[in-house]
C-alpha cells in the first residue's frame, strides 16, 4: 500500500493518519483561545486516553495507524540537509526573523532536541519566553513581554489530521487553510510529500503556496468520478476552480466532475463534513441545517484544459443521487428533533468516520443521534469524546485516510 489510495468515503479502510494531542495542548490559554481557534481548553491526560481508545479501535479493525508526527521525524532523522531547511522554514513561517532571536531559536534547538522526533513534538509544542536563558534587558519587546509569552505559538489543532492536507483518489491536495494560526501545519504533509519513502512522488492537485484557501473537512470523495467541496467558511471558490482544473488535467486523475456545494458561511457549519459524511452505500448523515433548497455548482472539464460550470438549484437528497446513480437517504443529526441537533452538532453529531460500508466511528456524547443510527442498521464503534470534543472536530476531522479499498 505504498502511496495514496481513496476513491471513496466507505471503502474499507487500511491506512489512515492521525496525531496524538500532545504538549501544544499545554500552551493554550484562556488569552490565546481565539486566535488558535478553541473555545475550551482540553485536559491532555484525558485527551491522550481517548485519541488512544480511538486509534486502538481502529486496529482492532484492521486499520494501519500512522502518526504525522512520526512520518514527519523519519524524513529528518537521517538527512542533515531536510532537517536544516525545515527549522528555517518552520522559524520563516513562525515570524522569527530578527538575527538575534533566530539565533537563539536555532541554538536552543540544535542543543535541546538533537533527536528528531523530540524536535518535531517541540515544532509542534511551540516555544515560550520563558524557556530562554538570556538577559532581558538587550531588548524592549523582551522587557514589556511576560515570562508565559509564546515566541512561537504552539498548533494545537494538529489532532485534525483532515484538514491541513486530502487524499483524492491516487493523489493529494496540500492546502492554504484559512486561518493564519494553522497555515504551519501544512509545513509536515509538504516534507512527508516529498521526502518520506512510502509517499515521495504522490501526484499533488494542490500546493500550500496557492492564493486562494482549501481545508481537508470540505473535501469528500464521493467516488472514483465524483469529488464534493464545500464552499464555506474556511474554502474560497478559487480555490475549487484551480483545484478542479488540475484533477481534470492530470492523467492520474480520474475525476471528471466536481461538486461545489455552497454552505452557509458560520463556525456551526465549520466544513462540509460538518454537515454531512457518507456512512453507507446509500446512506449519510446530516445536519438538518442543510436541508431543504441548496445551491450546488456542477464543474466539468471542456474538452480545451478549462473548466464549465453548471449551477443547479436543488436538495441534497436530488443532487446526491443523481451523481451517486441510485437513491440516498438522509439521517438527521439528533433524529429529527432540533433541540437534539443543535446540541450533538456542536458536538459533532454528523462527522462520522466510517471504517467500512456501514460500519462507523462516533463520539459516545452523541447518544440521541447514536441511537437512531443504530436503528437504521448501521453498526457503530463508539469512542470517548469528553475532552477531544473541545475542539470541535469529530471522528472524520481527526482522520485523514491514506488507502481505502476500492468499491466494487
Avoid at 186 to 195: A, N, R, W
Avoid at 212 to 228: K, M, S, T, Y
Wanted: net charge negative; proline share 5%.
Amino acid at each position: 500500500m505504498a502511496g495514496v489510495q481513496v476513491k471513496s468515503e466507505i471503502g474499507k479502510l487500511r491506512k489512515v493518519i492521525l496525531h496524538r494531542p500532545g504538549r501544544e495542548l499545554l500552551n493554550l490559554t484562556p488569552d490565546s483561545l481565539e486566535r488558535l481557534l478553541f473555545d475550551d481548553i482540553p485536559y491532555l491526560e484525558v485527551a491522550q486516553q481517548e485519541h488512544d481508545a480511538f486509534a486502538q479501535k481502529l486496529r482492532d479493525n484492521g486499520v494501519e495507524v500512522l502518526y504525522l508526527e512520526r512520518l514527519m521525524a523519519d524524513v529528518i532523522r537521517d538527512n542533515r540537509q531536510v532537517r536544516e531547511q525545515f527549522i528555517d522554514q518552520w522559524l520563516d513561517e513562525a515570524d522569527i526573523h530578527t538575527p538575534y532571536w533566530r539565533g537563539l531559536c536555532k541554538e536552543y534547538l540544535d542543543s535541546h532536541y538533537a533527536d528528531a522526533q523530540a524536535l518535531v513534538d517541540k515544532t509542534m509544542e511551540g516555544m515560550a519566553l520563558s524557556e530562554f536563558e538570556i538577559d532581558r534587558s538587550n531588548m524592549l519587546v523582551d522587557l514589556v513581554s511576560g515570562p508565559t509569552e509564546m515566541i512561537v505559538d504552539p498548533m494545537p489543532n494538529l489532532y485534525f489530521t483532515r484538514d491541513p492536507f486530502a487524499m483524492i483518489g491516487n493523489g493529494v491536495s496540500v492546502n492554504r487553510m484559512y486561518s493564519v494560526t494553522r497555515r504551519r501545519e501544512t509545513i509536515y504533509g509538504d516534507y512527508i510529500f516529498k521526502y518520506h519513502p512510502d509517499f515521495a512522488g504522490t501526484p499533488r492537485y494542490y500546493t500550500r503556496d496557492s492564493s486562494f484557501r482549501i481545508e481537508g473537512g470540505d473535501i469528500l470523495n464521493i467516488n472514483d468520478h465524483v469529488l464534493a467541496i464545500g464552499i464555506s467558511q474556511r474554502t474560497q471558490p478559487d480555490a475549487i476552480d484551480a483545484i478542479a482544473k488540475s484533477l481534470f488535467n492530470d492523467e492520474t486523475s480520474t475525476i471528471d466532475t466536481v461538486l461545489a456545494f455552497d454552505i452557509p458561511k458560520s463556525r456551526a457549519f465549520m466544513h462540509l463534513d460538518t454537515v454531512f459524511t457518507q456512512v453507507d452505500y446509500d446512506k449519510f448523515t446530516i445536519h438538518p441545517g442543510i436541508l431543504g433548497p441548496l445551491t450546488v455548482f456542477e464543474i466539468t472539464p471542456d474538452g480545451k484544459g478549462d473548466i464549465r460550470i453548471k449551477e443547479m438549484d436543488s436538495d441534497l437528497e436530488s443532487i446526491l443521487a443523481k451523481y451517486m446513480g441510485h437513491s440516498v437517504k438522509l439521517l438527521q443529526c439528533g433524529a429529527g428533533d432540533r433541540i437534539a441537533a443543535e446540541r450533538e452538532q456542536w458536538n459533532d453529531g454528523s462527522n462520522t468516520l466510517c471504517i467500512e460500508p456501514g460500519k462507523i466511528v462516533v463520539y459516545a456524547r452523541n447518544n440521541v443521534t447514536n441511537d437512531y443510527l443504530y436503528k437504521e442498521g448501521l453498526d457503530l464503534v463508539v469512542i470517548p469524546s469528553a475532552e477531544l470534543s473541545r475542539g470541535r472536530g469529530g471522528p472524520r476531522c481527526m482522520s485523514m485516510p491514506a488507502w481505502r479499498e476500492l468499491l466494487v
